[in-house]
């Protein structure tokens, strides 16, 4: 369970400049935030370090990333 401190540095950094990724990733933390293990929480803060229109694309599915540990995430939020 992340604490809230946690919970509302994850909020803030899922702020982007880009609205579609915004309202994916609200939406995702609004259903799962609450009960991500550590190892999603790793996922998706590496994905939170892509530049936005590169995690547009992945979340969108016109790309996708290799690393295995990252595709649950991927798969997540595009659920979400």
């Known amino acids: ?4 401190v946690e919970m509302r540095r994850l909020r803030w950094r899922c702020r ?3 609205l ?3 309202l994916v ?9 609450e ?4 190892r999603q929480l790793n996922a998706l ?8 229109t ?4 992945v979340i969108a599915g016109r790309s996708e990333v290799v690393e295995r540990e990252l ?7 595009r659920a979400a």
């Open 1 to 4: 369970m992340i604490a809230d």
């Open 16 to 18: 982007r400049g880009l």
């Open 20 to 22: 579609e990724n915004d």
């Open 25 to 33: 990733l609200q939406r995702f933390l609004d259903r799962h935030g």
């Open 35 to 38: 009960r991500l293990e550590q």
């Open 45 to 52: 803060n590496r994905l939170l370090a892509m530049p936005d």
């Open 54 to 57: 590169d995690l547009w694309d």
């Open 71 to 77: 595709q649950e995430m991927v798969a997540m939020l």
